[in-house]
């Protein structure tokens, strides 16, 4: 794949909408850590089962964790001169710098590479007909967010938290960067919120508990949920095998459906305050 070979001067003018694609939602949290890659491919594949059709863009192009998370390696397909063929994984179209030929990766990424990475995987990439693109940023509010603003319309944004004092901090950043960007953002989810005592079955805050929510209300932001801390999630992640793949009703999945069915609710409510242009794909 070429990186460096696009003249400045060729290049359209604005946010260009991808065709097909219904709604681009990404997934950010200001501090690193979090859970947003988790959350990111838990989300994309339980809309996936939920009947979607979902694209998953790994944008962190600095430590690009969703092929470990999803256990593919498969390495996209270039069609033709410059078209991209996503990798396909548990029903979900995927592209991550983690799954490019070494050779085409540099170790470094200079800023202009990074926008250019970017604009590719929004642009050559086969993503076809698509309910969600589910773009998963790097942490912090950098050049990554700026890029891809740049390149599409971007429907909403998923601020993602732990309870704890610095990473609200972080979020409140975030959510005053996508502010500024005048990108709408969907709400705000709540991860590692409280942990479930195995042995006694008691709710244990380990970060606290409520901070997510409450910083939404400071913010009239809407709350999308709060997914507990949970070794299975982890466990899923760290197998390739994401929890939600058990179904709904698995009680470790439980919290990652009910942020996936707020994240639905409040993408048919912006694409309907939009006009009514909701794309309908049978
Ligand atoms: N709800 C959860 N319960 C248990 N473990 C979790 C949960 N969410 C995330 N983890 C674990 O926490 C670690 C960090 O998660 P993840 O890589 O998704 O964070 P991140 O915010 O994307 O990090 P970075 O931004 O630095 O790439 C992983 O080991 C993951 O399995």
């Known amino acids: 794949m070429s990186h460096s070979h696009s ?38 594949v339980a809309l996936a089962r939920m009947g979607h059709k979902v694209g998953l ?36 179209r995927v592209i991550s710098v983690g799954l ?10 200079r800023g202009p590479m990074l926008h250019s990475i970017i604009r590719q995987f929004i ?25 891809l603003i ?26 005053e960067m996508f502010k500024q960007v005048k990108v709408d953002i969907l709400g705000l989810v709540e991860n590692m919120s409280f942990f479930v005592c195995p042995h006694c079955n008691h ?18 932001l809407p709350f999308l949920g709060r997914i507990e801390l949970d070794p299975d999630i982890r466990k899923g992640g760290d197998s390739g095998h994401p929890i939600v793949l058990e179904g709904e009703s698995n009680p470790h999945a439980k919290s990652i459906f009910a942020f996936a069915r707020e994240v639905e609710k409040r993408v048919k409510e912006i694409r309907e305050a939009d006009g009514g242009s909701v794309v309908e794909i049978s």
Not at 100 to 109: A, C, H, M, T, Y
């Open 7 to 44: 003249h400045p001067h060729a290049e359209p003018q604005g946010p260009q909408p991808l065709p097909g694609v219904n709604a681009i939602i990404t997934v950010g949290s200001g501090k690193g850590g979090v859970g947003k890659t988790t959350l990111s491919v838990n989300l994309a």
């Open 57 to 92: 863009l790994d944008a962190d192009v600095y430590g690009p964790n969703v092929p470990l998370m999803l256990g593919t390696q498969e390495a996209p397909q270039v069609i033709g001169e410059n078209r991209i063929l996503p990798a396909e994984r548990y029903g979900l």
């Open 100 to 109: 490019l030929n070494p050779g085409d990766k540099p170790l470094v990424w």
């Open 123 to 147: 642009s050559q990439v086969e993503w076809g007909a698509l309910d969600y693109l589910i773009v998963d940023l790097p942490p912090g509010t950098g050049d990554v967010a700026i890029s």
């Open 150 to 175: 740049q390149t599409v319309p971007v429907t909403g944004a998923i601020v993602v938290t732990t309870p704890s004092d610095v990473s609200l901090q972080d979020a409140r950043k975030a959510i």
């Open 203 to 220: 709710e244990i805050d380990i970060f606290s508990k409520g901070g997510g929510e409450h910083t939404a209300r400071q913010f009239s």
